[in-house]
């Protein structure tokens, strides 16, 4: 079993900054991409930003340039950081992790993922 935890969710002013991270655990093979997605009330959940084990990233276009994606191998962990937040980025942001699970049986399944959840408020 893998679990995913999720941090660093909060209230911010617009403008203002924040950093989730989520850091992977458990029967872990190998992660090959990990990513963030968001939903807002009403709205269907969308892909914020991913990245692959080779570093290789993927925004949507209303964030980038001011959100960044990073992860870190060695600790399963993948981060973003959010700059310039404004209101319409509030939204319960879910951590993604598409992985080979070794503790499903051998040889390792691939399987996709979710965090819980952290909640994002920006205020006007």
């Known amino acids: 079993q893998v679990q995913l935890v999720e941090s660093g969710g909060g209230l911010v002013q617009a403008g203002g900054s924040l950093r989730l991270s989520c850091a992977a655990s458990?029967?872990?093979?190998?992660?090959?991409?990990m990513g963030w997605y968001r939903q807002a009330p009403g709205k269907q959940r969308e892909l914020v930003a991913a990245i692959t084990s080779g570093g290789s990233t993927n925004y949507a276009d209303s964030v980038k340039g001011r959100f960044t994606i990073s992860r870190d191998n060695a600790k399963n962990t993948v981060y973003l950081q959010m700059n310039s937040l404004k209101p319409e980025d509030t939204a319960v942001y879910y951590c993604n992790a598409d992985l080979l699970d070794y503790g499903l049986g051998l040889p390792p399944e691939k399987v996709e993922y979710w965090g819980q959840g952290t909640q994002v408020t920006v205020s006007s």
């Open positions: 458990g029967s872990i093979f190998s992660i090959n991409a």
